[in-house]
């Protein structure tokens, strides 16, 4: 089957239309001429019925020519030059007399026309318009009579407009084609520009974009969201490699401090005291890494949108007193105060998994940069229709130009001032995509040395 390009198919699809409605126009023109030339016709019958029925009169209920000497010489004596032809019939249609053009042909009166009514008949071969009506006198008919008029000229005229509409058709045709196909082709330009683009996009060049085209059309709209495409799926690559490149870094860390401590305990015999504490110092860089290869599975789940949201019904202080529970070794270690007092029962509809892990992120944080012997404080509350959880530590706090980045991935502010805080950067990343999933609003407020409070706003 042959196969048509793109361009190609829009001309022949605007070469259909158009061939359909040049036909319409040509057949309109065709019937208005037409019907212009039948009506001249038709006007000059009329007058020459008007004509010659002043020039007969009736006597003894018969028809006869009031002059007819005088109206033989006014008839046309040939078929050759605009004849007007004239019958009369008796009131038993026989004939009675007749112009001389007629010669030795009569006129053919059909008895099914209506008075008056012209129709189209031949004489002698030849394409005429004709008229019969009866003549009638005191209630009876006296007579007939038939007048016709040659067709040859408007005939002649119809016909090479036929001809003359019928050779154009075709040549038209094709010069719509190639106007179909130079226009079609100035209008897919931009497609091809798209096409171009994206052959010269790979992973290693991610910056070329489309030339938006000048008229703000579909093709406009086309190459704007083609473009923004190309924008996230460069951000999403470029947020893919930061990603590989810091968690194979932050995966190396430990791992080097593991190879380290066992290569120092391995090269002479120690104390048992000693090899307790590397031991122990081993299990918790194990236990780092654990919690990071964990934080790294749930950013991928949730990068791919491969978590599924469960909502139950949740009682919110149960969930934050188990939160506490966990990290009761730390609070205990750094003797750090816990104000979490209330009155009665929260309750949300949440993902209990989901929930769990925001809060016990952002307890995680509040205990790491509290200062020992601090305070960390966690408040409950009703907002209208909503729950609200205010976490409150009196901590270091986090500079206000660090603010619009603490939800990026392994980014941790002022890493070198508090380098014995260990971390990974991952956990407000998780919280944020948590909360965007769930709908829960988030809001963080710090002032450096004066400490950081968290407030997330449940629906």
């Not at 158009?18 to 009506?39: D, E, G, H, K, Q």
């Not at 026309?113 to 030849?126: A, C, E, Q, S």
């Not at 960390?376 to 130009?401: A, F, H, M, W």
């Amino acid at each position: 089957m042959l196969q048509f390009s793109f361009k190609n198919r829009i001309a022949f699809n605007y070469l259909l239309s158009t061939a359909l409605l040049v036909l319409f126009v040509f057949i309109i023109i065709y019937n208005i001429v037409l019907f212009t030339v039948y009506s001249h016709v038709d006007s000059d019958l009329a007058l020459e019925v008007s004509s010659h029925l002043s020039e007969i009169e009736i006597k003894d209920n018969h028809i006869q020519l009031i002059d007819a000497e005088e109206w033989r010489e006014q008839e046309h004596n040939t078929l050759n030059v605009n004849p007007v032809y004239v019958e009369i019939l008796n009131g038993d249609k026989q004939f009675v007399d007749k112009s001389p053009n007629l010669k030795n042909h009569h006129l053919v009166f059909r008895t099914s026309k209506k008075d008056y009514k012209p129709f189209d008949t031949k004489l002698n071969g030849r394409q005429i318009r004709q008229v019969n009506f009866r003549i009638e006198h005191k209630g009876k008919i006296a007579g007939y009579m038939m007048i016709a008029m040659s067709l040859e000229d408007p005939v002649m005229v119809l016909r090479n407009l036929s001809r003359v509409l019928w050779i154009s058709y075709p040549l038209i045709l094709v010069l719509l084609f190639f106007a179909a196909s130079f226009i079609a082709g100035r209008s897919i330009k931009p497609i091809q520009n798209i096409t171009e683009t994206a052959k010269s996009i790979s992973r290693g060049n991610l910056k070329s974009r489309i030339v938006l085209p000048q008229n703000r059309d579909e093709l406009y709209t086309l190459s704007t969201t083609i473009n923004a495409l190309l924008d996230r799926i460069e951000n999403t690559i470029i947020r893919e490699k930061q990603f590989t490149s810091d968690a194979s870094h932050e995966l190396r860390t430990p791992l080097a401090v593991l190879k380290g401590t066992l290569e120092v305990l391995v090269r002479k015999p120690r104390e048992k005291q000693e090899y307790e504490e590397k031991v122990k110092f081993c299990i918790s860089e194990v236990d780092r890494l654990n919690d990071l290869i964990d934080q790294l599975l749930l950013l991928a789940r949730l990068e791919n949108q491969k978590i599924a949201i469960n909502p139950q019904t949740i009682e919110l202080d149960d969930l934050i007193l188990q939160s506490l529970e966990r990290f009761s070794a730390k609070i205990e270690r750094r003797n750090i105060t816990i104000d979490f007092t209330f009155e009665e029962h929260f309750y949300v509809v949440s993902d209990v998994f989901m929930v769990s892990t925001i809060l016990q992120n952002l307890l995680s944080n509040a205990l790491k940069y509290a200062n020992d012997n601090g305070k960390v404080t966690i408040v409950l509350y009703r907002e209208n229709q909503s729950v609200g959880c205010k976490i409150i530590d009196q901590g270091v706090g986090i500079p206000k130009e660090d603010l619009e980045r603490i939800y990026e991935q392994f980014y941790r502010s002022q890493t070198v001032v508090h380098e014995p805080i260990k971390g990974t950067g991952l956990g407000l990343s998780i919280v944020k995509r948590l909360s965007d999933l769930l709908k829960i609003n988030i809001t963080i407020e710090s002032e450096p040395h004066k400490g950081t409070t968290v407030t997330i706003l449940f629906p």
